[in-house]
């Protein structure tokens, strides 16, 4: 059974920092791509960052410079460290591979950004 379990969410003042987590299990970690998701209320769920197999990672115009995807594949665990964060970061973050499977998403973890 696939399982992604999202952690290290919580409220922040704009400027502050936050370093999501999320843990695997259920699949091949080192060889999936890997992504963060966000969903604001309101909105539709949008890619935040990827990174490969290899390594390489890509992110949305609004992050970019601010956070970094990274992985740990002896955890199977990726993570997402956020900085600067703006109210505008307000969101649930999910993790998924790419491309993502609607069974894989997980309970997802809050970030709320205040000014």
Do not use: H
Not at 21 to 43: D, E, H, L, V
Not at 70 to 88: A, F, G, H, I, W
């Amino acid at each position: 059974q696939v399982q992604l379990v999202e952690s290290g969410g919580g409220s922040v003042q704009a400027g502050g920092s936050l370093r999501l987590s999320c843990a695997t299990s259920g699949i091949i970690f080192s060889i999936n791509p890997m992504a963060w998701y966000r969903q604001a209320p309101g909105k539709q769920r949008e890619l935040v960052a990827s990174i490969g197999v290899g390594g390489a990672t890509n992110y949305a115009d609004p992050v970019k410079g601010r956070f970094t995807i990274s992985r740990d594949n002896t955890k199977n665990t990726v993570y997402l460290q956020m900085n600067s964060v703006k109210p505008e970061d307000t969101a649930v973050y999910y993790c998924n591979t790419i491309p993502f499977y609607r069974e894989y998403w997980g309970r997802g973890t809050q970030v709320t950004v205040s000014s």
